[in-house]
């Protein structure tokens, strides 16, 4: 069993930065891919970035490529996003998830095993 809490979300201006972080409960964290999706209002949830439990390999959408990072920290049981040069369009609901599974389908695989509640991050412009 793994829970999932995230936080860091808030108010920023276009071009600001903040991190989130997704801190983690249960002993098999380090077993774990993470990612992050995020929903904007009247939109659908779509993928972030995500990274694997090992080596670190990491995927990310376009949208945020040399804008975001996402890291882990498997000694805090916490997973990092670091979002620099956001956009009003950034404006959504993030939520972190862990799975098992790795691989491509972090892009497209919405059954992830574990989720988060969310934190909302919103971007003035």
């Known amino acids: 069993q793994v829970q999932l809490v995230e936080s860091g979300g808030g108010l920023v201006q276009a071009g600001g930065s903040l991190r989130l972080s997704c801190a983690a409960s249960?002993?098999?964290?380090?077993?774990?891919?993470i990612g992050w999706f995020r929903q904007a209002p009247g939109k659908e949830r779509e993928f972030v970035a995500a990274?694997?439990?090992?080596?670190?390999?990491?995927y990310y959408v376009d949208s945020v490529k040399g804008r975001f990072t996402i890291s882990r920290d498997n000694a805090k049981n916490t997973v990092y996003l670091q979002m620099n040069s956001l956009k009003p369009e950034d404006t959504a609901v993030y939520y972190c998830?862990?799975?098992?599974?790795?691989?491509?389908?972090?892009?497209?695989?919405?059954?992830?095993?574990?989720w988060g509640k969310g934190t909302l991050v919103t971007v003035s412009s």
């Open positions: 998830a862990a799975d098992l599974r790795w691989g491509p389908r972090w892009y497209e695989a919405y059954d992830m095993e574990y």
């Open positions: 249960g002993r098999t964290f380090s077993s774990y891919a």
């Open positions: 990274i694997s439990w090992n080596v670190g390999i990491t």
